[in-house]
Structure formats: C-alpha cells, structure tokens
Antibody, heavy 120, light 109 residues
Framework: EVQLVESGGGLVQSGGSLRLSCGAS????????MSWVRQAPGKGLEWVSV???????DYADSVKGRFTLSRHSYRNIIYLEMNNLRPEDTAVYFC??????????????WGQGTQVTVSS | SSVLTQPPSVSVAPGKTARITCDRD??????VHWYQQRPGQAPVVVIY???DRPSGIPERFSGFNSGTTATLTISRVEVGDEADYYC????????????FGGGTKLTVL
C-alpha cells in the first residue's frame, strides 16, 4: 500500500526552527517528485515546495530562503527544514507524492498532516 | 490572472447533481485536478487530468475543462460527498507552481 506519514510538527516561537519528516512506504521517494502543501487554520491549500527525482528543489516565494527540502534515499524519507518561522507559517503541513503526465502535475497520495504553530 | 476562483459554497439535495466551478483566464489550455477534503482529513484526488478518475472513486464524479471554466460534476449526490473541494493546476510560471483554488464547501441538504 502506498502511504505517507508526517512527523515533527509542534509549537515554536517566531524566528525559531522546526524540521518536518515524511516517511514513505509502498514506493521509492527518490524515484518520484515529492511536495509539501500546507493549510492554515480555516483556509485553503497552499503549495510550499517540491523536490525532484534528480534532487533539485523549488519553493513558493513565501518560503524561499527560509525552508529547505531534502531527502534521505536509504531511509525513504523527505525532510522540510523550516527556519526563521513566522506566525503566518502556522498551518497543517501535508507531504504528497507528485504524479505527472505531459507537464501537468497533481498530488497523490497525501499524508495525514502535521500541525505547525508559530507563536508571536 | 493566475488565481483559480471557486464559489465558496454549493448546496444540493441528496440524489441531485452538484456542479463546482473553477475559473481562470484560459484555464482550458491547462489540465485541472480536483481534490475532496473531508473535515479533519487529508485531501484525496477525485479527478485528475481534467476527467480521469483514480481507482476507487465512483463514476458519479466527473470533470470538464474548457475556455475559462473547469467544472467538477457530482451526480446522484450522497450525504458522504459533503466536503471541501479544491481545483488545482500546475503553473510553472507562477510563484506557487502547484496552484490551488480557494475551495468550495459542498453541503448536502
């Protein structure tokens, strides 16, 4: 069964750091593109970042320079290192596998999410 | 505009047809994906690549995309379909490449 499980969320003060983890089963992380998507309380979905199968990364402008996405191929895990956190980063963070066809990307499956709360 | 616009809410009676729209200039040249999110749960893709259904998604779910509007249609709506629905496109020219609509709350009356 293809599954993703996130961990590492918590409460942190503004300016602080957290590292989120996303473990995969049923497929190989390094053979796929993987993304993080977040959802602020009562709000919609916001794409955050992607790591490509080749190891390159891309980020939304709102987190560029503060967040770093990496992976541990042997452990089949991806990480989101979040630095200089702001109250507006408060959200549930979901990891998701990226599926692709002819230049179009979508997300399937998703993990259950991990809560990040940044206090001011 | 790079924004995907969805109505905040749609209401429908059980057994009827619900249509949820997603508007953007020339969205018809993109491929649109749709997600269902029940309260407290992770999103689940219900339609990908405009009108493909993942295994396990009922045939009652279908999609169409043309011009400036993409539409998710849910036929013979059931109480269990009550959820938030999001459209999504991949726009490499946007600062949010995995661009989502604002979401539509489907209420089954």
């Amino acid at each position: 069964e293809v599954q993703l499980v996130e961990s590492g969320g918590g409460l942190v003060q503004s300016g602080g750091s957290l590292r989120l983890s996303c473990g995969a089963s049923g497929f190989i992380v390094s053979d796929n593109y993987m993304s993080w998507v977040r959802q602020a309380p009562g709000k919609g979905l916001e794409w955050v970042s992607v790591i490509y199968s080749g190891g390159g990364t891309d980020y939304a402008d709102s987190v560029k320079g503060r967040f770093t996405l990496s992976r541990h191929s042997y452990r089949n895990i991806i990480y989101l290192e979040m630095n200089n956190l702001r109250p507006e980063d408060t959200a549930v963070y979901f990891c998701a596998r990226v599926l692709r066809r002819l230049g179009s990307w979508w997300f399937d499956p998703w993990g259950q999410g991990t809560q990040v709360t940044v206090s001011s | 505009s790079s924004v995907l616009t969805q109505p905040p809410s749609v209401s429908v009676a059980p057994g009827k047809t619900a249509r949820i729209t997603c508007d953007r200039d020339n969205i018809g040249v993109k491929t649109v994906h749709w997600y269902q999110q029940r309260p407290g749960q992770a999103p689940v893709v219900v339609i990908y690549y405009n009108n493909d259904r993942p295994s396990g998604i009922p045939e009652r779910f279908s999609g169409f995309n043309s011009g400036t509007t993409a539409t998710l249609t849910i036929s013979r709506v059931e109480v269990g379909d009550e959820a938030d629905y999001y459209c999504q496109v991949w726009d490499s020219s946007s600062d949010h490449q995995g661009l989502f609509g604002g979401g539509t709350k489907l209420t089954v009356l």
